[in-house]
């Protein structure tokens, strides 16, 4: 298949092979890149049972499909293993200028597997690939490994780095993989699954082709999606304060069908942030570890994280690979405590895990806090969620000062968040409890504390409440790397306009009752299943999903599908393929869960905690009274799969259908 490159490297860090292994192009027809290719490659790689941070865990670099072919928004990698957080299928997405570099070194895959005796880096170059001693970087935070990397290289071309932190080296299972100077590959525990590895950074620099059928209608879709994303302004009257304004029509009783192209604007003005004080109005963004709501956290809190006061950081605006939009920046981190003199802007996800979630309005904490996370390998969702879970353990008394080292530990105080965020990054003290996310730290701490470990599936779910957004609620609970914000929601299925191309995608063309959102349906679970489907596309190709929230109707993937690779398939064929991969996701998953049944790293927690789906509802705010009848749902979304509806597991009969060999 015309993408691909054709082939991945297999490296054996125990005895530093490496044998370049040639990918079916049945499998490419069937699992088209990226991730997709990554569930197969892994599925028979990794022995059942294995342990996620021991040798036979295999660490998957993945760039996609699309990436290099000339396409839009379409640069983003992916890292896959056996997720030590979760047990089962683990991967991370990430931005950057990272993926295509994977594609020009020759390969579509780098694939680690073993533990090397010392710490390495891995290069790839004009002189082929290799490992160099890394000792002297270990101990170095991933924003200092990136620049000794950068500037130890004698190439003749600029590298793209991925570098691990110290809390990677220290294998904290909520640690992530760095690139450019901290864009990150964060959930499922890849960091601690590079770091058990001893490998401390990739540096890539290739120069092969990359392969595209038709370079010509390639370009020609990307001028068209282009223009439409320049032309597109936000009025002048939309500043920063009107954001809540904004939150407060989203919403709303009644859903509203709209054009997703406008949110390109607002995300090429303020990137993600524009959500801080929008999603405080409505509900999306939680509050005090859940319990809480803007009453909580009111207008004068929440105006502090106004987007145009961190916009008004930046010293320049950041782009990833073929990203017209650029919702990214440099801002100037004076005054703020951080490390350096810059850093990449806090994305809402950080401003919400460090701001509303522990009841803290100072912004310059949250700087800090997402310097610290950065620097270390943290990755903020989980952080700002285990430091929410031990300001409450403190609060009920689970926690003393004879736990924390005599730190006080108090709803707001930032200079307490960001102590015992350091405390968490260096595994010091009681951080070394909390370091592996809220789920083992509750079992490591007793006393109760369970009851307040916010998670889904033994991982910290995304800063979205589902309560608002229930077909959140259902990829938080099932997915097979649950707790992910960025799989499957009302809000990104409502945008983008998918119905149009795929015959089985419930239409979204009328205003409706937000209360039918709340009621399990085979329609609300078809939309589930078509938002998971698309998802998997995206992290084949390399997809962005702020592209998918334009509207496909303006970024033409399956076009550019059948564009780039030669193929001539329509939308519901190449959504067949996106159902397959989520499928093997799914029995990755339920092979692990069976396999690891008694051991030491087995993982088997509950689909979500109570709170995330309102049991017991809020008393107040804008969720006041909301309840996600989550069972329910998961079940129908499960049935709608193919997959058992208790377990979640494919049934043999999916499995057989879309040639799913586990």
Known sequence: MRGN?????????????????????????????????????????????????GPENVLAFMSGLLTGTGSMMTGRWMVCCKSPLTGGWGDANCGGTFSPEIKRCGWDGILFRGVSPKPVTFIADEDGPRLIDAS??????????????????????????????????????????????????????????????????????????????????????????AEKVTKIKIPGVMTGAFMPMMGRMLGMKTVVPVDGILASAILKKWGTIYNNTAGMVNGDSPVRNYEGSVKDFGARSYRRFNPDAIVARETKKYHCYSCVIGCGGICDAAGTGAKGEHMHKPEYETCCAFGSLLLNDDLDTVFLCNDICNR????????????????????????????????????????????????????????????????????????????VAVHAGGQEPGMHDGRMDPMMAVSFAADPTPGRHTISAGVYYNVSHLWEFVSWAPPVTRPYSKSREYVPSDEEARKSVAGACVKQLLDATGGCLFALTTGLQHWRLFDWMNAATGEDRTPDEWMKAGRRIQTARAAFGAREKAADAGKEYARDYPLAHPRMYGEPPLERGPLAGKTVPLQAMVGMYRKAFGWDERSGSPLPETLKELGVPI
């Open 376 to 451: 270390s390998g943290l990755d903020t969702i989980s952080a700002g969620t285990v430091v929410a879970f031990a300001l409450e353990c403190y609060e009920r008394g689970i926690l003393t000062k004879a736990d924390t080292d005599g730190l006080e530990l108090r709803w707001g105080d930032g200079k307490a968040i960001a102590a015992l965020l350091s405390m968490i990054a260096e595994r010091r003290g009681i951080g070394d409890a909390l370091a592996d996310g809220v789920a083992l730290a509750a079992r490591r701490i007793g006393k109760g504390a369970e009851k």
């Open 136 to 225: 002297a970087l270990w101990g170095l935070d991933a924003i200092e490994s990136e620049d000794s990397v950068r500037a130890a290289w004698t190439g003749k071309k600029k590298p793209a780095i991925a570098t691990i932190g110290p809390a990677a080296e220290k294998l904290s299972l909520i640690s992530g993989i760095s690139n450019d100077g901290g864009r990150y590959a964060a959930r499922s525990g890849v960091g601690a699954v590079m770091g058990s590895k001893r490998l401390k950074a990739l540096a890539l620099a290739g120069s092969k082709p990359i392969p595209c059928a038709d370079p010509a209608r390639v370009k020609e879709i990307s001028k068209a999606f």
């Open 5 to 53: 490159m054709g082939k991945v490297l297999i490296v054996d860090l125990s005895t530093g092979a490496m044998e370049e292994k040639a990918v079916p192009e049945k499998l490419y027809e069937e699992f088209l890149g990226g991730v997709g290719v990554a569930t197969r490659l892994l599925a028979d790689m990794i022995p059942a049972g294995a342990d996620p941070l």
